[in-house]
Nanobody, 122 residues
Framework: VQLVESGGGLAQPGGSLRLSCAAS????????MGWYRQAPGKQRELVAT??????????NYADSVKGRFTISRDSAKNTLYLQMNSLKPEDTAVYYC??????????????WGQGTQVTVSS
């Protein structure tokens, strides 16, 4: 199983970036996906998650990004997105994609991407 993030880079305060995470490999189903971030000298923290439920999907956001970031998922493409608007310097971090999934062998797996750097600076 592989998670590959893209879309990071440099943005000015108040600007926007869109992160993508493509999941591939021996995936049977994905129960939940999420974005986490880790700033220098800090612990990795949750940014947003999206969980598949019978009626659709449930989303959850860290208080620090509510109203600015939007998580979404294209289930057909096994791709996760994070639209980041009104970026602030404190959003600077390495952003990691995470997936709680079931493999084609029937085993459960918690997979991580390699991370993509987001830098917000003028």
């Amino acid at each position: 199983v592989q998670l590959v993030e893209s879309g990071g880079g440099l943005a000015q305060p108040g600007g926007s970036l869109r992160l993508s995470c493509a999941a591939s490999g021996i995936i049977s189903s994905i129960n939940a996906m999420g974005w986490y971030r880790q700033a220098p000298g800090k612990q990795r923290e949750l940014v947003a998650t999206i969980t598949t439920v019978t009626s659709g999907a449930n989303t959850n956001y860290a208080d620090s990004v509510k109203g600015r970031f939007t998580i979404s998922r294209d289930s057909a493409k096994n791709t996760l997105y994070l639209q980041m608007n009104s970026l602030k310097p404190e959003d600077t971090a390495v952003y990691y994609c995470n997936a709680a999934l079931r493999t084609t062998y029937g085993t459960s797996m918690n997979a991580w991407g390699q991370g993509t750097q987001v830098t917000v600076s003028s």
